[in-house]
């Protein structure tokens, strides 16, 4: 068993969007991260790496009794064996994980730069294992992923609820709705979207906002979830979240 020691980590907890787990370059100050004395690194394929990162599904009991106690912390000194902690990686990137004594991967956080380059190299001549892993290769989230490539947080966060809000839109808006809201956002086509059918409106609107996120998608998200206690909420924590950090 091969391990590496002291890691840093940056945990996101419950989280099955892989997406929404930090890389380095957005760890903040105000983020709680923390070394960690020794993590048991295993190479894993591809798609078992895929579903750690994209999933809590119950992590392979092979898996399990490789890295059984195998990782340790210290809190005051004391060191505090971990039941499954292990680093991840197929040899290309990697990410930590803690299922904190459960069996899925509950706490995910991917590493910095310079240690994720150390694991690599670590396992550069084995071979990857599946560990009894039967899942196909298949990232639930990659779609969406593709949408977020180089967005800060809070820029995943606003395009995350947008997302959420277009689903909506296709289930629930009516035709006018829908030719109205695609507008909203792209005025100079006004003339083409009033001959739009439902789907077709919907789908030329949906291909408008999925790249990137410019002031131009935050206002038109802004003013659609108006009214919308559930999104309303969403956005107003967003913007407490940033006034809290903003101000320490």
Same mark, same amino acid.
């Given at each position: 068993m091969q391990h590496m020691r002291d890691v840093w980590v940056n945990w996101c907890e419950g989280e099955e969007k892989s997406y929404n787990i930090c890389e380095f370059f957005e760890w903040k100050k105000s983020d709680r991260m923390e070394m960690i004395d020794q993590l048991a690194v295993v190479k894993v394929s591809e798609p078992l790496l895929v579903a750690i990162e994209c999933s809590l599904i119950e992590l392979p009991q092979q898996l399990l009794q490789t890295v059984y106690r195998q990782s340790y912390n210290r809190v005051r000194q004391e060191r505090h064996v971990m039941d499954y902690g292990f680093i991840a990686t197929n040899g290309e990137r990697g990410i930590a994980v803690d299922t904190i004594g459960y069996?899925?991967?509950?706490? %995910? +956080?991917?590493?910095?730069?310079?240690?994720? @380059?150390?694991?690599? &190299?670590?396992? %550069?001549?084995?071979?990857?294992? +599946?560990? $009894?892993? *039967? $899942?196909?290769?298949?990232?639930?989230? +990659?779609?969406?992923?593709?949408?977020?490539? $180089?967005?800060?947080?809070?820029? #995943?966060?606003? #395009?995350?609820? &947008?997302?959420?809000?277009?689903?909506?839109?296709? @289930?629930?808006?009516?035709l006018w709705e829908m030719r109205y809201w695609y507008t909203e956002f792209c005025p100079s086509k006004y003339d083409a979207i009033q001959l739009m059918s439902h789907d077709q409106a919907w789908t030329g609107? !949906?291909?408008?906002?999925? &790249?990137?996120? =410019?002031?131009?998608?935050?206002?038109?998200?802004? =003013?659609?979830? %108006? $009214?919308?206690?559930?999104?309303? *909420?969403?956005?107003? /924590? !967003?913007?407490?979240?940033?006034?809290?950090?903003? /101000?320490?």
């Open positions: 069996e899925t991967p509950i706490r %995910k +956080s991917r590493l910095i730069p310079r240690q994720e @380059e150390q694991v690599c &190299a670590l396992v %550069k001549h084995k071979a990857q294992e +599946s560990f $009894g892993f *039967k $899942g196909e290769l298949e990232d639930v989230n +990659s779609t969406v992923m593709d949408k977020m490539i $180089g967005l800060t947080r809070r820029e #995943k966060q606003r #395009k995350q609820l &947008a997302m959420m809000v277009l689903d909506q839109l296709f @289930e629930e808006a009516e609107l !949906y291909n408008e906002m999925k &790249a990137g996120w =410019s002031k131009q998608h935050e206002e038109w998200t802004a =003013s659609i979830i %108006k $009214g919308q206690p559930f999104f309303e *909420k969403l956005w107003t /924590s !967003y913007e407490d979240e940033e006034r809290k950090k903003m /101000s320490k």
